[in-house]
T-cell receptor, first 111, second 111 residues
């Protein structure tokens, strides 16, 4: 079993929809949680960074962490075609800087 | 633009050969990380350097090695290349243990 599980999709939604992306993990020591966006043939771009449990909002993006369920989510409101990309969750514990990534969910937002 | 630069963008070589990938971190960042991204394995951590010293190792093959120079740029050396080494290689940097910013990657194709 992988440490971090993420549905690969693809997820196809109409413009303006609310998108929910999720990851589950098995290592209870993970404390830091990130979401990266990766366009085709580009490097991952950091979207959200959260520590421990709770919510964090940044514009159209909201990240949620539920450590009791070992489950993290990224919500995208008012999705746009420019949001079409692969979304990667990543996490680490406080002992190491090494990031463990999910396999990524491919999102397509159609006009 | 993350501020992390990588060269070359593309590399085509033959099995058994050796290549060197180069990374320049963001200004002021002391940590450099190398990741490999393949279709079947996703993003995998290879190795981390902090201010010239190796800090952490992931699933890096013995045929692969890295170093960080006094000016903080880093090189990843891949030798005795095999077909399975074809992948995207990303460098990331961070100021400390905080968020990692990724470069555009080097696409390696081994024929």
């Amino acid at each position: 079993q992988k440490e971090v599980e993420q549905d690969p999709g693809p997820l196809s939604v109409p413009e303006g929809a609310i998108v929910s992306l999720n990851c589950t993990y098995s290592n209870s020591a993970f404390q830091y949680f990130m979401w990266y966006r990766q366009y085709s043939r580009k490097g991952p771009e950091l979207l959200m960074y959260t520590y421990s449990s709770g919510n964090k909002e940044d514009g159209r993006f909201t990240a949620q962490v539920d450590k009791s369920s070992k489950y993290i989510s990224l919500f995208i409101r008012d999705s746009q075609p420019s949001d079409s990309a692969t979304y990667l969750c990543a996490m680490r514990d406080y002992n190491t800087d090494k990031l463990i990534f999910g396999t990524g969910t491919r999102l397509q937002v159609f006009p | 633009d993350s501020g992390v630069t990588q060269t070359p963008k593309h590399l085509i070589t033959a099995t058994g050969q050796r290549v060197t990938l180069r990374c320049s971190p963001r200004s002021g960042d002391l940590s450099v990380y190398w990741y490999q991204q393949s279709l079947d394995q996703g993003l995998q951590f290879l190795i981390q350097y902090y201010n010239g010293e190796e800090r952490a190792k992931g699933n890096i093959l013995e045929r692969f090695s890295a170093q960080q120079f006094p000016d903080l740029h880093s090189e990843l050396n891949l030798s005795s290349l095999e077909l399975g080494d074809s992948a995207l290689y990303f460098c990331a940097s961070s100021a400390g243990s905080e968020t990692q910013y990724f470069g555009p990657g080097t696409r390696l194709l081994v024929l």
